[in-house]
């Protein structure tokens, strides 16, 4: 049976349980569509950085991780601002994990709805592209993949690192994203169309004998018969049929405390 996840106090790092990802950006593509909505004359609002909001569904799992992860998020805290200060700050300290059926804690965010029953935390890595890993442990190259391959809704679990933050009068531990695995496919939380899924909803109209006009755009290539290296990242990903939401995660707060 597969580790459900693991936790390295000392290294300050994890690898969380299975998640559902939103607002995810993770490929390049994801990337583009947050710098053009980015303002940066928009002081609140953080640059454009890698990562997602993830969505831990409340069970033993879950409860086991936040067990095992609040002495990580203990040491972060001590060793930046030792023990005594990180006694008196406790109360006031933010950690990433947050209540999705603590209406305080959900009550700024667009997609309230779909983390009842749940934790969440958002990460973020504003300076490397993480590595992708496929659901067999092989790393995946992200330029072979497309928004039908990682996207809001699928699962994943996250290589994740830990520091202690004070900025603009907050202080509190901050969840950094190094490494995503995708585990498997899930229900959209963008509902995008997928390719598959259009092709699917005009099989009936097709004419099979009719000339293919798009035939130069796709080199050729049979709109049934994908590309090699495509195939390869279908097989990898076991036929991934759904997309991505590229909006940026809304910043972290409290919620969940080390002590």
């Known amino acids: 049976m597969a580790k459900e996840f693991s936790v390295d106090v000392d290294a300050k790092t994890c690898v969380t349980p299975t998640v559902v990802g939103s607002y995810v950006c993770l490929l ?8 053009e909505k980015y303002d940066p004359t928009d002081k609140d609002k ?3 950085a890698w990562g997602l909001q993830a969505i831990m569904p409340k069970g033993p799992a879950t409860d086991a991780f936040l067990k095992e992860i609040r002495p ?6 001590i060793d930046r601002i030792g023990v005594e200060k990180a006694k008196k700050l406790a109360p006031i300290l933010r950690m990433p994990f947050r209540d999705g059926d603590d209406p305080q804690q959900v009550a700024a965010l667009k997609n309230a709805d779909q983390l009842a029953g749940s934790w969440f935390f958002s990460v973020r890595n504003q300076f490397k592209q993480p590595v992708i890993i496929g659901p067999t442990g092989r790393a995946v190259d992200p330029a072979t993949l497309t928004t039908d391959d990682i996207y809001s809704g699928a699962h994943y679990r996250l290589l994740l690192n830990f520091g202690y ?3 603009k009068g907050n202080k509190g531990v901050a969840a950094y994203v190094n490494a995503v695995m995708k ?6 939380l963008d ?12 099989s009936d109209f097709a004419d099979e004998s ?4 798009f035939s130069k755009a796709t080199g050729g290539q049979s709109e049934s018969e994908p590309a090699d290296a495509t195939q390869a990242v279908n097989d990898l990903f076991g036929g991934v049929d759904d997309s991505d939401s590229s909006a940026e995660p809304e910043e972290s707060g409290g919620g969940f405390s080390f002590m």
């Open 28 to 35: 390049d593509e994801q990337m583009t569509a947050q710098k």
């Open 46 to 48: 953080a640059p454009p």
């Open 72 to 77: 990580l998020l203990g040491r972060v805290v």
């Open 165 to 167: 933050y004070d900025k």
């Open 183 to 188: 585990v498997k496919d899930g229900d959209r």
């Open 191 to 202: 509902h995008v169309v997928t390719k598959a899924q259009a092709q699917s909803a005009f």
């Open 210 to 213: 009719a000339v293919d006009m």
